[in-house]
């Protein structure tokens, strides 16, 4: 036999041996206490966390449904706001850009319109600076930069450079 049926049967025997050795009175009392350990532990792993996990699921059910109320009405919002066309940006001029340039302490060497296009030319000036009102202007006027030339200068963070423009398109 293998040492594990062997110890099997060792434990069983010793068991018998516990409870032949107990007299009729204390037998009761020990089914008595195993089936209220049983029970216990039945409840406290079974019955209890799916009683309290059911009661806070109904409190919190009202909450989660109002939630996904919410999610619908603006999922609605979005889908008729996407249909609406857009307003247009203001359009692109040596004044809109001047003003935007002022508004970031930028002052261009030399600013050429033509058309759709816009060419400026910056002398040593912060290349952050020039990066943070190329971002403002691509969301507030929808103008792309079309080429970018750079050349750093000495001093860290400054910059010559030479940008052409477009509203509207890449």
Request: a positive charge; zero cysteines; hydrophobic letters at 45%.
């Amino acid at each position: 036999m293998s040492k594990a049926k062997l110890s099997t049967q060792e434990l069983r025997a010793r068991a018998d041996a516990f409870w032949q050795a107990r007299t009729e009175q204390e037998r009761k009392l020990l089914r008595v206490g195993g089936i209220v350990v049983g029970l216990g532990l039945f409840y406290g792993l079974l019955v209890g966390p799916a009683l309290d996990g059911r009661a806070q699921l109904n409190k919190e059910l009202p909450l989660l449904h109002q939630q996904a109320a919410e999610m619908q009405v603006m999922a609605r919002e979005a889908q008729a706001l996407k249909g609406q066309s857009d307003i247009a940006p203001t359009p692109m001029s040596r004044e809109t850009l001047n003003a935007s340039l002022a508004a970031r302490s930028l002052n261009p060497q030399s600013l050429n319109i033509t058309g759709d296009y816009a060419k400026l030319q910056f002398n040593g000036v912060q290349y952050a600076g020039v990066v943070a009102w190329l971002d403002a202007i691509r969301t507030e006027s929808r103008i792309n930069v079309i080429d970018a030339s750079f050349t750093a200068q000495d001093a860290p963070g400054v910059v010559n450079g030479v940008l052409t423009l477009r509203q509207g398109g890449r």
